[in-house]
């Protein structure tokens, strides 16, 4: 089962000049297969370069990352990335951008249209399949953002903050769109957030860390039953995490 | 939307228009002398004068040809080089540096040394109008290439594709925008470099027709030349920006 270890993983911008920056200091953690971890921190803590390094965007200094005991080197379609910033390619229709991936390692276009009927379904965007981007909103780009990267399907989902932009209503309703999502797939998911909110109502497991040099604080296991309700966010359980975690944030 | 439209092309008619009546009021002046300014009706006539004896089609032909040749030969270069510059840094640091040094020389800074090597034949008007072409066309195209947004590489490559899919799908429509207007500009450098090669050695072509024109004083046909080389670069401007906006149909900015 394809599950994501980080072992004494270390990084410094600068290594050996006067100026070394170390934003990530031995970190080590797993992340079991079909899990939903957030990552919270402050701003500068390192959360983000974490998330880049499994990505195979970056390479971290020292230390490793393994997916199935492989080591992570470069990026490639076993860990799929959704970004804060819009990624969706706003010179391909709606369902040309669902079946990017597909369609690299040679999908038959029969193959191409099931791929793109299913997610295009699945992030709640029939009927748009047609439609360029710049023609849809900011969430509807980030469900093509999504159901891009599930219909690629990878063994690891890699969340940045990818909400960080929408409004508060719209950010709650894919939320619960994500987790309906992950729900029918059971994939692993890392999500990277600096909103404890949005951290408790998604995860099983919240990794708190705190800032320079990047440090694992605290790892929080979130026992809310699922399915999660809208409802849940106002309940004393949900409450009294968040203000524990809050407590350890660096304000 | 379509008040704004008509009220456009009005004032667009409204300039034109207007530059006209000035140009025959005074080419009417008593004291006007037709051999500097020409009334319009001399000026249709040489145009009606040319086309019958043939010279003008001739000559447009000819002129066509070096544009459409040159252009070709210039922004294809340009656009292969300014690919592997925009998108190899290796590329970049041996070649930029060449095309640095030798962008701020005007294309017709090269006319002697092109004579000089490849005498007065066609080969060397449509090589000068490649120049310019390649010049203008290939600082847009490495633009383009060094602009494409880097989340739309890193999604590619978390999508699992290769530096080369990611080229193709990624790099090359992310610039589109620029490389096409790298193609415009070099579009309006081919005309202005293929007048000025005419008009320094040439047999025929609407330079020589110009050239011609002030060598027995007809001013009316330098006129009416004048005015074919613009009514011609501009309506091939137009037709490249419709082509343009067919390309551009997914961009926010279409213009």
């Known amino acids: ?251 | 939307m379509k008040n704004l439209l008509r009220g456009r092309l009005f004032l667009g008619a409204l300039s034109i228009t207007t530059v006209l009546v000035i140009y025959v009021v005074v080419t009417n002046q008593p004291d006007n002398n037709p051999s500097l300014l020409p009334p319009i009706s001399l000026i249709i006539g040489s145009f009606f004068t040319n086309l019958e004896a043939g010279t003008l089609l001739d000559a447009l032909s000819a002129s066509l040809f070096r544009i459409f040749l040159g252009f070709l030969c210039g922004t294809t270069a340009a656009l292969v080089i300014g690919c592997l510059v925009g998108w190899y840094e290796t590329v970049e640091y041996l070649v930029d540096p060449l095309i640095e040094a030798v962008r701020p020389i005007p294309p017709l800074a090269y006319i002697p040394i092109v004579i000089i090597w490849f005498g007065i034949e066609e080969f060397s008007r449509v090589l000068l109008i490649s120049i310019a072409c390649f010049m203008v066309c290939v600082v847009n195209v490495i633009a383009g290439m060094k602009n494409v947004p880097k989340v739309y590489v890193d999604a590619a490559a978390t999508l699992g594709a290769s530096r080369i899919q990611i080229f193709r799908t990624v790099a090359i429509p992310a610039a589109t925008p620029f490389i096409i207007t790298g193609y415009r500009i070099a579009l309006a450098a081919a005309w202005t470099t293929l007048v000025a090669a005419e008009l320094i050695a040439a047999p025929n072509g609407l330079g020589y027709l110009l050239q011609e024109g002030r060598r027995y004083f007809l001013t009316d046909q330098v006129m009416m030349i004048i005015v074919i080389i613009g009514v011609c670069a501009f309506s091939m401007d137009r037709a490249f920006r419709a082509i343009q906006k067919r390309l551009m149909v997914w961009s926010e900015a279409r213009e």
């Not at chain 1, 290594?15 to 971890?37: E, Y």
């Not at chain 1, 379904?121 to 469900?143: N, Q």
């Not at chain 1, 940045?160 to 692993?188: C, H, I, V, Y």
Request: charged share 25%; aromatic share 8%.
């Open chain 1, 1 to 251: 089962m394809p599950e994501i270890k980080v072992n004494h993983l270390s990084h410094t911008f600068g290594k050996n000049t006067p100026a070394a920056l170390t934003v990530l200091d031995d970190i080590n953690l797993t992340f079991p297969s079909g899990s939903f971890t957030s990552i919270v921190g402050t701003s500068g803590c390192g959360k983000s370069t974490l998330l880049k390094m499994m990505a195979g965007l970056f390479v971290p200094s020292d230390g490793e990352m393994t997916l199935d005991g492989d080591v992570i080197n470069g990026t490639d379609n076993r860990r799929g990335m959704v970004f804060q910033q819009d990624a969706v390619f706003p010179w391909m229709t709606v369902a040309k951008n669902v079946s990017y991936g597909p369609r690299l390692r040679g999908a038959s276009r029969a193959e191409q249209a099931e791929i793109e009927a299913k997610w295009v379904e699945m992030v709640g965007l029939k009927g748009f399949e047609d439609r360029w981007p710049r023609e849809l909103s900011g969430g509807m780009r980030k469900r093509v953002d999504i159901g891009r990267v599930y219909a690629n399907n990878p063994d690891v989902l890699l969340m940045d903050e990818p909400f960080g932009a929408l409004d508060a209503q719209t950010k709650e309703r894919m939320q619960s769109d994500l987790l309906k999502t992950w729900n029918q797939t059971k994939k692993t998911v890392i999500f990277v957030t600096h909103d404890l909110e949005e951290a408790i109502f998604l995860s099983d497991r919240i990794i708190v860390m705190s800032a320079r040099p990047g440090r694992i604080r605290h790892i929080e296991e979130v026992s809310l039953p699922r399915p999660r309700e809208d409802a849940m966010r106002l309940e004393s359980e949900f409450l009294d995490i968040k203000r524990k975690l809050w407590g350890m944030l660096e304000h």
